[in-house]
């Protein structure tokens, strides 16, 4: 199944949000939002691996193609093989959401 | 609005955080402030304390050591930009003819480090594991690899901020570092090692402004004042795909150039906010001193070295003389007035006659101040 994720929608000029704002639109300042569930589908903008962290991890920053950029942990943890500009998508591990590259894009 | 000139400097050294209270380091850098302009602390009629991680209320406690005087006072938190922004309300209070006599003093000590985003209610994916090193080493490979860059032109920021740290008597980081070293300093977040991020410890720094009317009642030196040409604050616009330290920076700088009249290209000395290196190499380029994709072209043939085209963190930046976050504004307003009075003995940048200062803060808020040799 696909990964979604729960963002937001402003009602009055169509920005979406992850995470939701909830409270006020950043683009436009409308007080109402309604929930939008959003693919866990983008690009990877760019990526970076902790080396102080034992094991290592990789947090990447993702364009989703539902509009916001968001991060998220990307696998593999280690970083090897990960792409600029590649596609990413979405995965389930335990309580979290991790992207990792799709198949047809790794190195 | 009228001019406004700072007209005394002083500063705790930075150093790591230790059993010193912040009353003593603040006490310490107000009263060289004070000597520095020959003024007595009865002549100084507002205060501005910044500071981000000391508690509410420590502006009377300080300040009550100098002789309690009555005079309004409040701490200013602006995140990393406290500091500069406390120097900020102190210039907005001269320029709008509220005051002629008005000390900004920075000081910190690493109490607590809140996490902003929680308290706003806000969830994402990486919560803490996206810390401040792991943000700019996001923009770090983004950039690298846009412009085929090798990571070691990052080390060699740190090796320039460092080297300019070891000739400043008030830096945290006193020794000079070869590249090896900074490359071998241990990990950290790729492409970043260990010293090319910030150390957060304690200090203070102060600077006190004036009205020419307080120049002329107090009968100060108004050959060694400097003027504050502009003074510009911003925060960041709805989010975009595109990198937004670097739009709020060039916004910000802009105003503020615009505001004194000038073009990048008539500074001589900036210090700006570099708590990881790939910040230095992004603000040039913001702030016009190099073409877009240039910043690591122009560093290697030494452009921002003191003595080449414009010194770039002179003081040693917050890689070098360090990030206690309420005093680095400040001490950046510190070190461009030393620089312009030709007061910064080993690391005097030959001709300094317009500087500007820059820092921005998490949230995210820019603050920039252009300072000049106007006095005859």
Known sequence: MDVTLDGDRCTACGAVFFPALRWGCERCGAAALEPAVLDAAGTLLTYATVRLA?????????????????????????????????????????????FAQEADDRA | MRDVHVVGVGLHPYGRASDTPYVALGVHAVRQALADAGLAWTAVQAAYTGSALLPMGISRLMYRHLGATGIPMAQVENASASGSTAVRQAWLDIAGGHHDVVVACGVDKPMALPMPREAAGITDLVGDLAFPAVHFALLANRYLHDHGLDPEVLARV??????????????????????????????????????????????????????????????????????????????????ERENFDVALTRATAAEA?????????????VELHEAFTIEELLYVEALGLSAPGAAAADLLDGAFD??????????????????????????????????????????????????????????????????????A
Do not use: W
């Open chain 2, 306 to 375: 003191i003595g080449g085209r414009v010194a770039v963190n002179a003081s040693g930046g917050l890689i070098g003389m360090g990030h206690p976050i309420g005093p680095t504004g400040v001490g950046q307003v510190c070190e461009i007035t030393a620089q312009l009075r030709g007061e910064a003995g080993d690391r005097q940048h030959p001709g300094a006659t317009r500087g500007l200062a820059h820092m921005v803060g998490v949230g995210a808020v820019c603050v920039a101040h252009v300072l000049e040799r106007t006095a």
């Open chain 2, 257 to 269: 150039l615009a505001q004194a009249g000038l073009t990048p290209a008539d500074l001589d000395i």
């Open chain 2, 158 to 239: 740190a090796v320039k901020n460092h080297g300019n740290a070891a000739r400043n008597p008030n830096a945290q980081r006193r020794a000079p570092r070869t590249l090896e070293e900074v490359l071998d300093s241990g990990p950290l977040v790729d492409p970043f090692t260990r010293l090319q991020a910030c150390p957060i410890g304690e200090g203070a720094a102060a600077v006190i402004l004036a009205s020419d009317a307080g120049i002329e009642r107090l009968g100060l030196d108004r050959g060694r004042a400097v003027t504050i040409t502009a003074s510009a604050a911003r925060s960041e616009l709805a989010a």
């Open chain 1, 54 to 98: 034992d094991p290592p991890y990789t947090i990447g920053e993702i364009a989703l193609d539902a509009g916001p950029v968001v991060r998220a942990r990307l696998l593999p943890p280690d970083g090897a093989g990960l792409r600029f500009d590649a596609r990413v998508h979405g995965v389930r591990t335990d309580e979290d959401v991790c």
